[in-house]
C-alpha cells in the first residue's frame, strides 16, 4: 500500500502522478526484499532459484491505475468531476497496451516453438523419403545374382554354424555339470576352513569356568552367562563366510566368466559374418546386417549381467539353514551325555570339552549337506535366469544372413520398372508437399 502525503504545494492530480512513479521502485524494491527474505536467505538456496528471482524482477511490470478517474473522463459529470487532466494519466490505457503486448509475445513464443518442432519434423521426414527413393532408383540385381550370392552366404555360413552348435552344447555342459560338480568341491573346501576356525574357537571355550560349561551341555550347547556359550550359531558362522564366498567368489564367477566367454564366441562369429558382407563390395547393403549384430551385441551385455544380485541375502540364508541342521545334533548329543549323569562329578569340564570335540568334528560333515543343497538352490536361480537370456543365442547367425539376403530379395522385388517409376513418382510428390504438412502457421 503507497500512502498519501498532503502536500499543500502541489495539485490533487500532481500527487497522484508522483505517487504513481513511486510506485514503480517501491514495488520493485518490496518484491526484491520479499524474494531475499523467502528465497534467497536459505541454506538450500539454488542457482536455479537465483535465476527465477532475477527474472522475476528483471520481467517485473508495474501499473498503477485509477479506474474512479478513468470512468469519470470517459463518462463526464456536473456531480464529480475529475481531477486527472487526460485518460492516459489514469494508467489504464498503457495497461491495456502493454497486457496486449504480452499476450501477443506470448502467442508468438508458442507459434514460433510449434513452427520449429513441425519443421524438425518436416526434415526428418524428408531425409526418410529420400533415403527411400534412393534405394529405388539403384540399379536393379539379376534374381541369379541374388541366387548366387544366397549359395555363397550359405557355404559361408555352415561352419560357423556347426562351430556355433559345439560352443552352444559346451556351455550346455558346463550349466548341467559344469557347476553341480563344482558346487560340492568348494562346499568341501569350505568345510575344510570352517573346520579350522572351529578349531580355534575350541581353543578359547576350553578357557571357560566348568560351571558355564555344565550350564551349556544341560541347555543343548546354548548359555548365556558370565560367559556365552552358543554352540550352534557359532558353528554356523564360521560355515558361514567360506559357503558365501564360496558361491559369490568362486562359483558365480565361474558361471559369469563362461557366460561372457559365450556371448563373446558368438559375437566372434557373427563378426566374422558381418565381414563377410562387407566384403561383397555393391552386392551387398550391410545396414540391416550391422542393426542385427548391434542388437546381438545388446543381448550379449544383458546375457553377461545375469547372477549379479544372486549374492544378497546369501549370509543370512546360509546361517538360517546350517544352524537348524547343526542344532540338532548338539541337542542330541549334549541330552545323552546328561542322561548319562557325564555332566556330573570329577573331570566334568574334561569330558565336556571332549564331547564338545567330537561334535565339532562331525558337524564338518554335518553341514556339508545343507551347505551344498543351499548353493544349489541359489544357483537354480541363477540358471533359470541364464536359461532364459539363452534363448537370443539359440540362432544368433540367422537373423543377420536374412538381413543379408533380404536386401537383395527386396532389390529384386524392385525390377518392375513401371512399378518402381509409380513409387518413385509419389514420394517425389510427397516431399513436393512436405512446406504445407509443416503448417506454415500464421504469425500473429
Known sequence: MILLVSDPGKRKFQHFLDISKEVHVRMRSDLQNLLNHLWLQTTEVTEARQQVAHHLLDTLQVYPISAPEYNRILVPSDDEHPFLRDIEQTGIPGFVRNLSQLASQRSQNLSNRLNAQTGLFRDSLSAQLQIIEAQWEEQIQARG????????????????????????????EFLATGVPQRIKDQVSIASNVASRSIEKYMVNLGTAHW????????????????????LPTEFALRFEEPIADAWSKEILHDVRIHTREFGSDCLSLADELVDWAESQGKRVQVRGAKAQYEALQANTKKFEAVGREMASGMRDKARANLVEAIEKKIQQACKDFVAKNQDIGRGVKVRIIELYKELAQEVASIAEVPARTLLQEVYREAENEIRAAFVDFQDPLTPIANAIVATET???????VRRRENIITELRAISADLPVLSGDLPQN
Open 211 to 230: 560351571g558355564t560349561l555344565r550350564a551349556s551341555v544341560r541347555r543343548g550347547g546354548r548359555y548365556q552367562g558370565a560367559s556365552d556359550i552358543n
Open 410 to 416: 527386396q532389390r529384386i522385388e524392385r525390377t518392375d
Open 145 to 172: 545374382e541374388a541366387e548366387k550370392l544366397r549359395a555363397e552366404l550359405e557355404l559361408f555360413l555352415q561352419p560357423r554354424r556347426e562351430e556355433l552348435l559345439r560352443r552352444q552344447g559346451a556351455f550346455r
